[in-house]
């Protein structure tokens, strides 16, 4: 669409003017040139409004000669679907942070008059440099001149590629679109450092980037936790946080982002802290723009499960970091000797150097997140092959940070500022009793491990300490507990953490067709498929002869695999978690066992030990892929781990029609059949039998469901934690604004 791209053409020179003038003012103060920026932003903002709206229309209509449309929609999506795939794509989320971007712009400008020109020069920089993406990257390019091969010129599609069916969810309405409000207000950081570096009023930026600092933490942690919610309920594979590199490029910029809050209240009242916080602040958007370079350049495509593939922006997004990261730490380098704070020497037990020690371990897991994340680019440069950090190292490392942060958390508040004063601790000495008696009962009820342990303690004195003081506030009707409050939010997510962790137990069982299986104390019935008008089909459930649930678990053209979507079902105490695994037919004597197998997991069968180690896949026989040949390798342990023989059962798949490939297990006797297998979970479904009964199985009697049920005790905890921790980010920001010092 030629208008579409005009705009966006437009919005780019509209945008350098206003920069121009900005700065111009900046160095003349001509009321003239404040007028033409200020104009010129607003033009520029609504030229952005309007381009939303066409590409909005473009979607609810189905301009399917659109690349954007084309690619991310579809007919049969329902009308909030369609809406969500605005920013489904590269190209509808850069669009998303100039709406963002814009409305910022705006109410700095009618906010902030003494801070305008020089800030609004940094922030129209950077929607600038967006919109040039977008010019070359257009949402509005036909489909015939992004792909001649694949389409006629002016022959419109009759339907798009439709939404990813891991996109198809309530979640991805809201979630998208308040992470990249963080994303994008961290601009806001930038431009106010920005801006003190280059008038040298080292004090006066934080009055002012206060607020928007508790956004940015409110805002990025609020889209992280509805992330880590949307993982738990929907994905299937029982947790809600992996150290995915996706989810640390949001992590990463989130806790600098409460290291410079926390940085900014000890320059508020003790005058410290100065150079750090213009970096920290410069920091965050430069993380922000790091992560999405690694998860929108195709760096990543081997090692996460949510950046986009290979892209031709690579060049376009490594020049937009570069140039950020430039002007932004040579800038700090050459302006920074001119700043002058405060030592933090008014004694050990003071808030502020407890508040300072809180900073150092947050940054400390931010740069080893930072690290880890950045680790198969690391990697590849220094070794002969890209590799990823192993999970449980963040684990490992992020325990004992935990360990300190949250006794500084519970401690901070116990201290006065500026006086340096043990004998305060004596007024919490009753709840250091009560949480050490809470420790020893985590440890009589199960846990072992010195860090949960610990971890544990540490929350429980995070909850007594501050609830107490939220309590006493609320009490003399002062309400200004909003950081004291998120910190009760992190003690019960803490809480919430250690305990689905630590007493989370998981067993993979078939549940046979219409009988009750018991499990972990419930009674589970597998009632059958329901297939569904939208291809999204069911597996029906039971609960304890009372409860009627459901999973999803259906076939996906769009990724050419299962996908699943688990059933959760919430009591006080803890949540059962089933995620189907597999569909197993056979027949109603079934004279064969089933063996569940996980790629690397050693199982015992009998006497004899199995470790499935990956499947061979391809298309054989013709050009149109109808004849499909599938072959799994499984090794043949003795009992000491030790590799006896590796066996190859598969089948092959010739049109509808399936053959079974047997293989002898070594010493038994028997023959080994795949019953089922689902490559996304990198599960295996096998049956171990006389070769003559397994081959024969009649494959539409006596169903039976493999699946992977779970307990996750306390869980809600950790969700009631993530509300407490956002209502005290609100209450925190509703009380400044209430004081007028927005």
Known sequence: MIFGITLTALTFTILILSIVSYYLYHLRKEELMLKIARNGFYTASGLIVVQAAILMYGILNHYFEWIYVFSYSSRDLSTYYLVSTFWAGQEG???????????YG?????SRKDDEPLVMSFMSLVQAFIVLILVKKSPFAYVWDVNPVGFQAGVVPVDGNGLNPLLQDPWMVIHPPILFSGYSSTMILFSFAMAALVRKQHDEWIKSVYPFTLFVAMALGTGIILGGYWAYTTLGWGGYWGWDPVENSSFVPWLVSLALFHGILIQRRQGGMKRMNLFLAIAAFVLVLYGSFLTRSGVLTDFSVHSFGESELS????????LFTGIGFITYAFRVQGVKGNNLNTGFFTRELFIAFGMMFILLLAVFTFIGTSWPLISGLLLDKANAIDVNAYNTIGGPIAIFLGLLIALAPVFSWKRDNFEKIKSVSIHFVISIF??????????RDLIPLLISGAAVLILLVNGEIVYRMIRQKTYAFGGYLA???????LIGIITSSVYDVSNKITLPLHQDTSIMGYNIRYNGKQNSPDGKDRVLLTINQSRETYAKFYWSEYNRSYMVAPSVVNTFLEDLYISPIQIIEGNDERMSDVVNLKKKEIVQYGNTKLRFVDYDMGNHGNNMGTEMKIVANIEVLDSYDNVVSVIHPGLKMVGQNREDILAELPGTGQSVKIDGLSVEDQMIVISVGNATEIKNVSQKSNEMLAVEVSRKPLINVLWMGTIVLVMGFVTTIYNRTKRQKL
């Open 315 to 322: 060049v376009y997004l490594v020049a937009f970091l570069f």
């Open 438 to 447: 809470a420790t020893g009962l985590m440890f009589w009820g199960g846990i």
């Open 93 to 103: 989320t850069f669009l998303l942070w100039l709406l963002f971007g814009s409305a």
């Open 487 to 493: 910190h009760v939010g992190i003690g019960l997510m």
């Open 106 to 110: 705006i109410f700095i400008i009618h």
